[in-house]
């Protein structure tokens, strides 16, 4: 999947890409992006309407990134860590991710496209609860959370 963003998809971009979201959602629908985790809600509904529309990852994917950016934003304000690259054997929708301080891994912009995908049924909500309680949950950074 091609992804033509500005500025581009790297780890260091990654806190300009959720900004980027931040005001597009706002002047779209009127969303109120604050970096809390309270508003990984809005990212859900947001992502739920695009499924409702029924619109591809392909057709969403530079505001899919975005989301998955202000996400991993709030997951780095909130529980610390910063964003990496990934090996090419891990590369799954973006070629980065968020390194916790406990080391382990999570995928910020995964979540978002598996919750396209996925509907409801994929909780980005217990995905940041897993990564807040810091223990072990199986498929934290591979296959997300569902529940």
């Known amino acids: 999947m091609q992804v033509h963003l500005n500025p581009p998809l790297e780890p260091g971009?990654?806190?300009?890409?959720?900004?980027a979201i931040v005001a597009a959602a706002a002047d779209i629908?009127?969303?109120?992006?604050?970096y809390s985790p309270e508003s990984i809600d809005v990212v859900e509904d947001i992502v739920d309407g695009f499924r409702a529309e029924g619109v591809?990852?392909?057709e969403m994917a530079e505001s899919l990134v975005g989301f998955g950016c202000y996400l991993g934003e709030i997951v780095t304000r909130h529980i610390g860590g910063a964003?990496?690259?990934?090996?090419?054997?891990?590369l799954t929708a973006a070629a980065f991710v968020v390194v916790l301080?406990?080391?382990r891994e999570c995928?910020?912009?995964?979540?978002?496209?598996?919750?396209l995908e996925s509907g409801a049924a994929?909780?980005?909500?217990a995905l940041y609860a897993?990564?807040?309680?810091?223990g072990a949950d199986s498929g934290f950074a591979e296959e997300g959370a569902h529940g």
Do not use: K, M, Y
């Open 13 to 19: 971009s990654a806190p300009q890409l959720a900004a």
């Open 29 to 34: 629908s009127d969303a109120e992006l604050d």
């Open 56 to 58: 591809s990852r392909e």
């Open 83 to 90: 964003w990496r690259h990934t090996p090419a054997a891990h």
């Open 101 to 103: 301080p406990d080391a």
């Open 107 to 115: 995928r910020p912009i995964d979540w978002v496209f598996n919750r």
């Open 122 to 125: 994929f909780s980005i909500r």
């Open 130 to 134: 897993a990564a807040v309680a810091g």
